[in-house]
Protein backbone atom coordinates (compact mmCIF):
# COMPACT_ATOMS: atom_id res chain seq x y z
CA UNK A 1 0.00 0.00 0.00
CA UNK A 2 1.73 3.34 -1.16
CA UNK A 3 2.37 5.70 1.84
CA UNK A 4 0.66 9.21 1.83
CA UNK A 5 3.80 11.03 2.37
CA UNK A 6 2.12 14.99 2.12
CA UNK A 7 0.67 13.67 5.43
CA UNK A 8 3.46 13.60 7.33
CA UNK A 9 3.42 16.95 9.53
CA UNK A 10 6.02 19.26 9.23
CA UNK A 11 8.14 21.73 11.63
CA UNK A 12 8.69 25.24 10.71
CA UNK A 13 11.19 27.03 11.56
CA UNK A 14 11.77 30.71 12.04
CA UNK A 15 14.48 30.31 8.94
CA UNK A 16 11.27 29.15 6.98
CA UNK A 17 12.65 25.48 7.02
CA UNK A 18 10.41 22.65 7.39
CA UNK A 19 11.32 19.66 9.02
CA UNK A 20 9.77 16.32 8.77
CA UNK A 21 8.36 15.25 11.74
CA UNK A 22 9.55 11.38 12.02
CA UNK A 23 12.94 10.70 11.04
CA UNK A 24 15.35 7.83 11.67
CA UNK A 25 17.51 7.86 14.38
CA UNK A 26 20.87 5.93 13.56
CA UNK A 27 22.19 4.86 17.01
CA UNK A 28 22.83 1.25 17.04
CA UNK A 29 23.54 0.89 20.68
CA UNK A 30 26.55 -0.66 20.53
CA UNK A 31 25.43 -3.92 18.93
CA UNK A 32 24.62 -3.10 15.43
CA UNK A 33 27.42 -2.60 12.86
CA UNK A 34 27.75 0.44 10.56
CA UNK A 35 26.86 -1.19 8.01
CA UNK A 36 23.70 -2.50 9.61
CA UNK A 37 22.71 1.41 9.87
CA UNK A 38 23.87 2.63 6.94
CA UNK A 39 21.58 -0.29 4.86
CA UNK A 40 18.67 0.79 6.96
CA UNK A 41 18.97 4.39 6.47
CA UNK A 42 18.93 3.72 2.52
CA UNK A 43 15.74 1.94 2.82
CA UNK A 44 14.14 4.51 5.25
CA UNK A 45 15.14 6.90 2.23
CA UNK A 46 13.76 4.75 -0.36
CA UNK A 47 10.12 4.50 1.42
CA UNK A 48 9.72 8.40 1.77
CA UNK A 49 12.02 9.42 5.46
CA UNK A 50 13.23 12.42 4.36
CA UNK A 51 15.09 12.93 7.79
CA UNK A 52 18.16 11.56 9.42
CA UNK A 53 19.45 11.67 12.89
CA UNK A 54 23.27 11.13 12.80
CA UNK A 55 26.34 12.03 15.55
CA UNK A 56 30.32 11.80 15.51
CA UNK A 57 30.05 9.30 18.25
CA UNK A 58 27.48 6.80 16.44
CA UNK A 59 31.24 5.53 14.69
CA UNK A 60 29.28 4.70 11.56
CA UNK A 61 29.17 8.57 9.88
CA UNK A 62 31.36 7.37 6.68
CA UNK A 63 29.33 4.43 6.07
CA UNK A 64 26.06 6.69 6.11
CA UNK A 65 27.62 8.97 3.77
CA UNK A 66 27.75 5.98 1.04
CA UNK A 67 24.56 5.73 1.73
CA UNK A 68 23.57 9.37 1.37
CA UNK A 69 26.05 9.07 -1.77
CA UNK A 70 23.86 6.61 -3.27
CA UNK A 71 20.45 8.16 -2.75
CA UNK A 72 20.91 11.38 -4.27
CA UNK A 73 22.84 9.74 -7.03
CA UNK A 74 19.47 7.93 -7.09
CA UNK A 75 17.35 11.38 -7.28
CA UNK A 76 16.64 12.24 -4.34
CA UNK A 77 17.21 16.09 -4.26
CA UNK A 78 20.13 16.58 -1.02
CA UNK A 79 17.44 19.38 -0.14
CA UNK A 80 14.84 17.24 0.83
CA UNK A 81 16.54 15.00 3.32
CA UNK A 82 16.95 16.81 6.68
CA UNK A 83 20.50 15.69 8.09
CA UNK A 84 21.16 16.02 11.76
CA UNK A 85 24.67 15.53 13.45
CA UNK A 86 25.98 16.36 16.69
CA UNK A 87 29.06 17.38 18.45
CA UNK A 88 30.64 14.66 20.83
CA UNK A 89 31.97 15.98 24.50
CA UNK A 90 35.61 15.45 23.75
CA UNK A 91 35.06 18.15 20.99
CA UNK A 92 33.91 21.19 23.27
CA UNK A 93 36.84 22.85 22.38
CA UNK A 94 37.19 21.51 18.84
CA UNK A 95 33.27 22.20 16.90
CA UNK A 96 34.26 23.19 13.88
CA UNK A 97 37.00 20.31 13.36
CA UNK A 98 34.30 17.89 14.45
CA UNK A 99 31.65 19.50 12.18
CA UNK A 100 33.96 19.90 9.42
CA UNK A 101 34.70 15.71 9.96
CA UNK A 102 31.13 14.84 9.78
CA UNK A 103 30.28 16.83 6.88
CA UNK A 104 33.30 15.08 5.20
CA UNK A 105 32.31 11.34 6.63
CA UNK A 106 28.34 12.19 5.51
CA UNK A 107 29.91 13.33 2.16
CA UNK A 108 27.65 16.70 2.58
CA UNK A 109 28.43 20.14 2.27
CA UNK A 110 26.31 21.37 4.66
CA UNK A 111 23.86 19.73 7.77
CA UNK A 112 20.58 21.31 8.46
CA UNK A 113 20.96 20.85 12.19
CA UNK A 114 24.17 20.42 14.11
CA UNK A 115 23.53 19.83 17.63
CA UNK A 116 25.59 19.93 21.19
CA UNK A 117 25.15 16.11 21.87
CA UNK A 118 25.65 16.52 26.34
CA UNK A 119 25.63 19.86 28.05
CA UNK A 120 28.83 18.04 29.62
CA UNK A 121 32.35 17.54 28.28
CA UNK A 122 32.89 14.22 30.33
CA UNK A 123 33.99 11.26 27.81
CA UNK A 124 33.35 7.71 27.69
CA UNK A 125 34.43 5.23 25.41
CA UNK A 126 32.03 3.56 23.21
CA UNK A 127 30.89 0.15 24.65
CA UNK A 128 31.94 0.88 28.51
CA UNK A 129 29.92 -0.43 31.47
CA UNK A 130 27.91 2.02 33.92
CA UNK A 131 30.76 1.78 35.98
CA UNK A 132 32.80 3.91 33.91
CA UNK A 133 33.82 7.77 34.41
CA UNK A 134 36.13 9.34 33.14
CA UNK A 135 39.05 11.24 35.66
CA UNK A 136 39.00 14.16 34.15
CA UNK A 137 34.96 14.79 34.35
CA UNK A 138 33.61 17.87 35.19
CA UNK A 139 30.36 19.56 36.11
CA UNK A 140 28.20 21.39 33.65
CA UNK A 141 30.35 24.99 33.89
CA UNK A 142 28.19 27.37 32.06
CA UNK A 143 30.97 29.63 31.35
CA UNK A 144 32.33 26.84 29.29
CA UNK A 145 29.58 25.43 27.47
CA UNK A 146 29.07 28.70 26.19
CA UNK A 147 32.50 29.12 24.66
CA UNK A 148 31.06 25.93 22.63
CA UNK A 149 27.73 27.34 22.11
CA UNK A 150 30.08 30.33 20.45
CA UNK A 151 31.80 27.59 18.25
CA UNK A 152 28.28 26.84 17.03
CA UNK A 153 27.41 29.76 16.08
CA UNK A 154 30.14 30.21 13.99
CA UNK A 155 29.37 27.18 11.83
CA UNK A 156 25.99 29.14 10.81
CA UNK A 157 27.94 32.04 10.40
CA UNK A 158 30.32 29.55 8.31
CA UNK A 159 27.32 27.86 6.32
CA UNK A 160 28.32 24.79 7.59
CA UNK A 161 25.11 24.35 9.85
CA UNK A 162 21.96 25.93 8.95
CA UNK A 163 20.19 25.47 12.51
CA UNK A 164 22.07 25.13 15.76
CA UNK A 165 20.47 23.08 18.64
CA UNK A 166 21.07 21.17 22.34
CA UNK A 167 20.31 17.74 23.35
CA UNK A 168 20.08 16.12 26.93
CA UNK A 169 19.65 19.79 28.33
CA UNK A 170 17.08 21.03 31.18
CA UNK A 171 15.01 24.34 31.90
CA UNK A 172 17.92 26.13 34.28
CA UNK A 173 20.53 25.05 31.59
CA UNK A 174 18.88 26.24 28.66
CA UNK A 175 17.25 29.71 30.62
CA UNK A 176 21.11 29.96 30.91
CA UNK A 177 21.66 29.51 27.16
CA UNK A 178 18.89 31.06 25.88
CA UNK A 179 20.18 34.73 28.10
CA UNK A 180 23.80 34.25 26.64
CA UNK A 181 23.42 32.93 23.32
CA UNK A 182 23.40 35.11 19.97
CA UNK A 183 21.81 32.82 18.09
CA UNK A 184 19.43 30.70 20.14
CA UNK A 185 18.72 26.76 20.24
CA UNK A 186 16.50 25.80 16.97
CA UNK A 187 16.13 22.11 18.34
CA UNK A 188 16.53 20.25 21.76
CA UNK A 189 16.95 16.75 21.37
CA UNK A 190 15.74 15.13 24.60
CA UNK A 191 14.09 11.45 26.14
CA UNK A 192 10.34 11.41 25.23
CA UNK A 193 7.84 8.32 25.43
CA UNK A 194 4.61 7.58 26.66
CA UNK A 195 5.97 6.65 29.95
CA UNK A 196 8.41 9.41 30.19
CA UNK A 197 7.03 12.56 28.89
CA UNK A 198 8.97 15.44 30.45
CA UNK A 199 6.14 18.04 30.29
CA UNK A 200 8.03 21.09 32.35
CA UNK A 201 10.32 20.68 29.93
CA UNK A 202 8.90 19.97 26.65
CA UNK A 203 6.42 23.27 27.52
CA UNK A 204 9.73 25.14 28.01
CA UNK A 205 10.88 24.22 24.79
CA UNK A 206 7.80 25.19 22.72
CA UNK A 207 6.88 28.32 24.11
CA UNK A 208 10.69 29.45 23.28
CA UNK A 209 10.05 28.22 20.10
CA UNK A 210 12.64 25.31 20.31
CA UNK A 211 11.37 21.97 18.58
CA UNK A 212 11.65 19.08 20.71
CA UNK A 213 12.79 15.93 18.93
CA UNK A 214 12.29 13.22 20.74
CA UNK A 215 14.62 10.09 21.26
CA UNK A 216 13.23 6.84 22.83
CA UNK A 217 10.36 7.28 21.28
CA UNK A 218 9.29 3.65 21.74
CA UNK A 219 11.02 3.15 24.84
CA UNK A 220 13.86 2.40 23.36
CA UNK A 221 13.89 -1.64 24.04
CA UNK A 222 17.22 -2.39 22.20
CA UNK A 223 18.75 0.21 24.73
CA UNK A 224 22.62 -0.70 26.15
CA UNK A 225 22.21 -2.70 28.90
CA UNK A 226 24.39 -0.04 30.73
CA UNK A 227 21.29 2.01 30.71
CA UNK A 228 19.21 -0.72 32.37
CA UNK A 229 17.75 -0.92 35.43
CA UNK A 230 15.35 -2.81 37.44
CA UNK A 231 12.92 -0.19 37.81
CA UNK A 232 12.68 0.57 34.01
CA UNK A 233 8.77 0.55 32.99
CA UNK A 234 8.24 -1.15 28.91
CA UNK A 235 5.77 1.49 27.08
CA UNK A 236 4.55 -0.97 24.27
CA UNK A 237 3.10 -3.10 27.14
CA UNK A 238 1.14 -0.33 28.65
CA UNK A 239 -2.19 -1.57 29.13
CA UNK A 240 -3.59 1.63 27.93
CA UNK A 241 -1.31 1.45 24.32
CA UNK A 242 -2.52 -2.29 24.05
CA UNK A 243 -5.96 -1.45 24.15
CA UNK A 244 -5.47 1.51 21.87
CA UNK A 245 -3.54 0.00 18.79
CA UNK A 246 -6.01 -3.22 19.90
CA UNK A 247 -9.29 -0.92 18.47
CA UNK A 248 -6.83 -0.18 15.63
CA UNK A 249 -5.64 -3.02 14.65
CA UNK A 250 -1.84 -1.63 14.69
CA UNK A 251 1.14 -2.53 17.07
CA UNK A 252 1.53 -0.62 20.01
CA UNK A 253 4.81 0.98 18.48
CA UNK A 254 2.19 2.57 16.21
CA UNK A 255 0.14 4.71 18.89
CA UNK A 256 3.20 5.48 20.47
CA UNK A 257 4.55 7.11 17.03
CA UNK A 258 1.32 8.51 16.41
CA UNK A 259 1.21 10.55 19.81
CA UNK A 260 4.70 11.71 19.88
CA UNK A 261 3.92 13.47 16.52
CA UNK A 262 0.17 14.80 17.20
CA UNK A 263 1.54 15.74 20.91
CA UNK A 264 3.93 18.27 18.86
CA UNK A 265 7.74 16.50 19.16
CA UNK A 266 9.50 14.82 16.28
CA UNK A 267 10.33 11.11 16.85
CA UNK A 268 13.41 9.30 15.63
CA UNK A 269 13.01 5.51 16.04
CA UNK A 270 15.89 3.61 15.07
CA UNK A 271 15.61 0.18 13.59
CA UNK A 272 17.13 -1.48 11.30
CA UNK A 273 14.28 -3.94 10.17
CA UNK A 274 12.53 -2.75 7.17
CA UNK A 275 9.06 -3.80 8.12
CA UNK A 276 9.24 -1.80 11.67
CA UNK A 277 11.11 0.89 9.26
CA UNK A 278 8.04 1.38 7.34
CA UNK A 279 5.53 0.87 10.40
CA UNK A 280 7.06 3.96 11.43
CA UNK A 281 6.61 6.11 9.02
CA UNK A 282 3.08 4.35 8.46
CA UNK A 283 2.34 6.26 12.04
CA UNK A 284 2.83 9.10 10.98
CA UNK A 285 1.18 9.40 8.07
CA UNK A 286 -1.62 7.63 9.32
CA UNK A 287 -5.39 8.64 10.70
CA UNK A 288 -5.05 10.76 14.01
CA UNK A 289 -5.76 9.31 17.51
CA UNK A 290 -8.72 10.70 19.12
CA UNK A 291 -8.31 13.41 21.92
CA UNK A 292 -9.74 10.68 24.50
CA UNK A 293 -7.08 8.53 23.36
CA UNK A 294 -4.24 11.48 23.59
CA UNK A 295 -5.65 11.89 27.27
CA UNK A 296 -5.97 8.72 28.02
CA UNK A 297 -1.88 8.65 26.89
CA UNK A 298 -0.86 12.01 28.89
CA UNK A 299 -2.46 9.86 32.09
CA UNK A 300 -0.08 7.15 32.07
CA UNK A 301 3.39 8.79 32.02
CA UNK A 302 5.64 7.01 34.84
CA UNK A 303 8.68 9.64 34.90
CA UNK A 304 10.66 6.63 33.93
CA UNK A 305 13.86 8.00 32.65
CA UNK A 306 15.95 5.15 30.83
CA UNK A 307 18.93 7.29 29.53
CA UNK A 308 20.01 8.01 32.63
CA UNK A 309 23.58 8.93 31.67
CA UNK A 310 25.48 8.14 35.04
CA UNK A 311 28.81 7.48 32.80
CA UNK A 312 29.13 11.67 32.95
CA UNK A 313 29.13 11.97 36.64
CA UNK A 314 31.98 13.64 37.80
CA UNK A 315 32.53 12.64 41.73
CA UNK A 316 31.90 10.31 44.06
CA UNK A 317 29.08 9.51 45.76
CA UNK A 318 27.04 10.93 43.33
CA UNK A 319 23.16 9.64 41.70
CA UNK A 320 22.59 9.88 38.14
CA UNK A 321 19.50 12.92 39.44
CA UNK A 322 22.53 15.31 39.40
CA UNK A 323 22.88 15.23 35.86
CA UNK A 324 19.16 16.29 35.28
CA UNK A 325 18.58 19.08 37.99
CA UNK A 326 15.35 17.74 39.05
CA UNK A 327 15.10 20.21 41.86
CA UNK A 328 15.85 23.23 39.47
CA UNK A 329 19.35 23.91 40.57
CA UNK A 330 22.41 23.06 37.98
CA UNK A 331 24.51 20.81 40.38
CA UNK A 332 28.04 21.47 40.64
Not at 67 to 89: C, H
Not at 126 to 145: K, L, M, N, T
Not at 283 to 289: E, M, S, V, Y
Request: proline content about 8%; hydrophobic content about 40%; some cysteine.
Amino acid sequence: MALDLASIPQRRFPTGALMPAIGIGTFGSDHVSADQVAVAVEHALAIGYRHVDCASVYGNEARIGHALADVFRAGVPREDVWIVSKVWNDKHSNVVESCRQSLSDLRLDYLDTYLVHWPFPNFHPPGCSVESRSAQARPYIHEDFMRTWRQMETLVDMGLARHIGTSNMTVPKLQLLLRDARIPPAVNEMELHPHFQQPELFDFVRAHGIEPVAYCPLGSPGRPERDRTPDDTVDLEDPVLVEIARRRGVHPAWVAIRWAIQRGQTPIPFSTHPRNIRANLEAAAGAPLSDADMSAIAAIDRHCRLIKGQVFLWKAGQHWEDLWDLNGTIAS
